[in-house]
């Protein structure tokens, strides 16, 4: 079984080898610090108003037909994305659990703490960091090999069985994405558009520089013992 992708070295390990193949310490800083970012990402994306990410878009969707808050929301759909990994053989680990319970909250705060500014430059502004803060938080957490969240996940695994690269896997997901959070009634913004086409790209070019590297030997001995 294949058991890295050929462009970002990450490893398809199981959750306790995860846990056992080195520096620690520094993957669990990493992994909580992505994951902070990409909450500040999600809130800069929404409070710039000039149009969301395609997931949340899909989110503040599903948020006019529910009676739950856009925290809870994405923690449900962590789950719901989690059922698509089965057939991809995608490995969960502490990473998978702490995206799914610590992402909608860390979401939340960060729009608690940001307010839609007034001017349309600096809208912009929240929008073209918060795309480039969530591709480097994306690299980020999940480079650091502790199992990526749901929906990076649900991108890693289908990179790694179609063999496409990891840019065109997330703008394909994220597009569909985008489809059904309209569907829903979800508003779509031109800054949707930058980020759909964007994220994919950028997220590849972090993963080059923010992966944890195995050594050679050790990741032999791993990849052995996930099959």
Same mark, same amino acid.
């Given at each position: 079984?294949?058991?890295? *992708?050929?462009?970002?070295?990450?490893?398809? %390990?199981?959750? %306790?080898?995860?846990?056992?193949?080195?520096?620690?310490?520094?993957?669990? @800083?990493?992994?909580? $610090?992505?994951?902070?970012?990409?909450?500040? +990402?999600? #809130?800069?994306?929404?409070?710039?108003?000039?149009?969301?990410?395609?997931?949340?878009?899909?989110? %503040?969707?599903?948020?006019?037909?529910?009676?739950?808050?856009?925290? =809870?929301?994405? !923690?449900?759909?962590?789950? &719901?994305v989690l059922l698509?990994?089965?057939?991809?053989?995608?490995?969960?680990?502490?990473? =998978? $659990?702490?995206?799914? @319970?610590?992402?909608?909250?860390?979401?939340?705060?960060?729009?608690?703490?940001? #307010?839609?500014?007034?001017?349309? @430059?600096?809208?912009?502004?929240?929008?073209?960091? &918060?795309?480039?803060?969530? +591709?480097?938080?994306? #690299?980020?957490?999940?480079?650091?090999?502790?199992?990526?969240?749901?929906?990076?996940?649900?991108?890693?695994?289908?990179?790694?069985? =179609?063999?496409?690269?990891?840019?065109?896997?997330?703008?394909? !997901?994220? !597009? =569909?994405?985008?489809? !059904?959070?309209? @569907?829903?009634?979800?508003?779509?913004?031109?800054? *949707?558009?930058?980020?759909?086409?964007?994220?994919?790209?950028? *997220?590849?070019?972090?993963?080059?520089?923010?992966v944890v590297r195995?050594?050679?030997?050790?990741?032999? +001995?791993?990849?052995?013992?996930?099959?």
């Amino acid at each position: 079984m294949k058991t890295t *992708t050929s462009l970002s070295g990450l490893a398809n %390990l199981g959750p %306790l080898t995860q846990l056992k193949a080195g520096r620690l310490p520094e993957r669990l @800083l990493r992994l909580l $610090v992505g994951l902070w970012l990409y909450g500040l +990402a999600i #809130a800069l994306m929404i409070e710039g108003a000039v149009g969301a990410s395609p997931w949340d878009i899909f989110h %503040l969707g599903v948020s006019l037909h529910v009676p739950l808050s856009f925290g =809870t929301i994405m !923690i449900v759909t962590a789950v &719901g994305v989690l059922l698509a990994w089965v057939p991809l053989r995608q490995m969960p680990g502490l990473g =998978t $659990v702490a995206n799914t @319970l610590l992402l909608g909250p860390f979401a939340d705060l960060n729009l608690t703490l940001l #307010a839609t500014p007034d001017s349309l @430059l600096l809208r912009w502004a929240y929008l073209l960091g &918060g795309v480039v803060v969530c +591709a480097f938080a994306t #690299a980020l957490y999940v480079g650091a090999q502790l199992g990526p969240g749901p929906r990076d996940g649900l991108m890693t695994g289908l990179a790694r069985r =179609t063999g496409w690269s990891i840019r065109w896997v997330r703008t394909v !997901i994220e !597009i =569909t994405v985008l489809v !059904i959070g309209v @569907l829903l009634g979800g508003i779509v913004g031109v800054g *949707t558009v930058v980020f759909a086409l964007g994220v994919g790209p950028l *997220t590849q070019f972090f993963l080059r520089y923010l992966v944890v590297r195995l050594d050679p030997p050790l990741r032999s +001995a791993l990849a052995e013992e996930a099959r």
